[in-house]
């Protein structure tokens, strides 16, 4: 008998309006590929419906779909030139000479390559040869959305920030439909409106970059977007106090929700939120006493790691915060940015 566990995606509906910028974000192998796959045409789902413009597509071919895709390695013609490569789409599907020239001028000049349209694409770097792809997409003004996976994979770090300015310059532009495959959480908050976290095959939030950082709905997400991931510890309720580490912390109301909720119970705060004291606070019911065990300098900012009891914690701090090694402090749990888990899903 079939279960969920034979399948590389899990149920799950997800709407791209058009115009939008989106980014797939997630750890290889959590189906970020086999989505992108099915929406283009390259898959057939075992299940369920792909539909554009409310038309059902799931039947038909990637070609008819007018959906482009860009994938992680460069598709060019080497023996063809930059122009060529570009024109190609164009020259498919019946576009005049001249219009297919103003076409590929404009795709050229928004991604910097119009000093190479005479040359074959045969020993261009791997930057240039990806921003022909990218252009083969771009290309066709009727493209209904344009899916890139992982496409800045294979290119060199400073190029990569270039090229993802370059992409916001183009979604700006031209306002065509973006989904963007990645596992580069900077990429994705960098790139996309709206932020889809995937792990194993299921959707586990969408949302704002800033929804995701500041309200992980899973526990998956707060650790996986940030740097360091958000602190999870686990805990459990006594009244209106979660018990980390054998010491009390007050959280208020939130702990009557999440005792109703039953499971598993685990604290979740960013080291960004966390607050280090040298001394008592004056809300000490919402502090615990602790140990800093090392600080890291980080060029612009600080992370101290801090222990009580069995549990450590990353604590981000300004470059002009001075702690020391084996300092006593006392650490703040702000309300408003302390969150609780009940199996690992978001207490509201």
Not at 39 to 53: F, I, K, M
Not at 142 to 165: Q, Y
Not at 234 to 259: E, K, Q, S, Y
Request: net charge neutral; glycine share 8%; charged share 20%.
């Amino acid at each position: 008998m079939e279960s969920e566990r034979d399948y590389a995606l899990k149920p799950l509906e997800q709407v791209w309006n058009d115009g939008g910028a989106y980014a797939l974000l997630g750890p290889s192998g959590c189906g970020k590929t086999t989505l992108l796959n099915i929406v283009s045409g390259l898959l057939r789902p075992a299940q369920g419906t792909v539909l554009v413009d409310g038309k059902d597509v799931t039947g038909a071919s990637p070609q008819a779909r007018n959906i482009a895709q860009v994938f992680q390695f460069p598709v060019v013609y080497d023996t063809m030139t930059v122009f060529e490569n570009l024109a190609f789409p164009l020259r498919n599907r019946g576009v005049s000479r001249d219009q297919a020239t103003a076409r590929v001028e404009q795709i050229a000049s928004l991604l910097e390559l119009r000093s190479e349209l005479g040359h074959k694409a045969s020993g261009l770097p791997a930057d240039v040869k990806q921003r022909i792809s990218l252009g083969r997409g771009l290309v066709r003004s009727d493209v209904a959305a344009i899916l890139l996976d992982e496409p800045l994979t294979v290119i060199d770090p400073h190029v990569k920030w270039l090229l993802r300015r370059k992409l916001v310059q183009i979604h700006a532009e031209l306002r065509v439909t973006l989904v963007y495959v990645t596992h580069d959480q900077v990429e994705a908050l960098t790139l996309a409106d709206e932020v889809i976290v995937m792990n194993e095959g299921r959707i586990l939030q969408r949302g704002t970059p800033r929804e995701l950082f500041e309200r992980p709905a899973h526990t998956f997400v707060g650790y996986f977007i940030g740097s360091p991931g958000m602190n999870l510890l686990p805990c459990t309720i006594d009244g209106h106090f979660a018990v980390v580490g054998g010491r009390r912390l007050a959280l208020g109301p939130v702990c009557d929700r999440a005792r109703a909720r039953g499971g598993t119970t685990t604290l979740g705060i960013r080291p960004e939120f966390l607050r280090l004291h040298p001394r008592r606070p004056e809300q000490a019911a919402s502090a615990l006493e602790a140990v800093v065990i090392g600080v890291e300098n980080c060029g612009g900012h600080k992370i101290a790691s801090a222990r009580f009891g069995e549990q450590t914690v990353a604590v981000k701090l300004s470059e002009e915060d001075s702690i020391e090694h084996g300092a006593a402090c006392w650490l703040e749990f702000p309300l408003p940015w302390t969150m609780l888990y009940a199996d690992d899903r978001a207490v509201a």
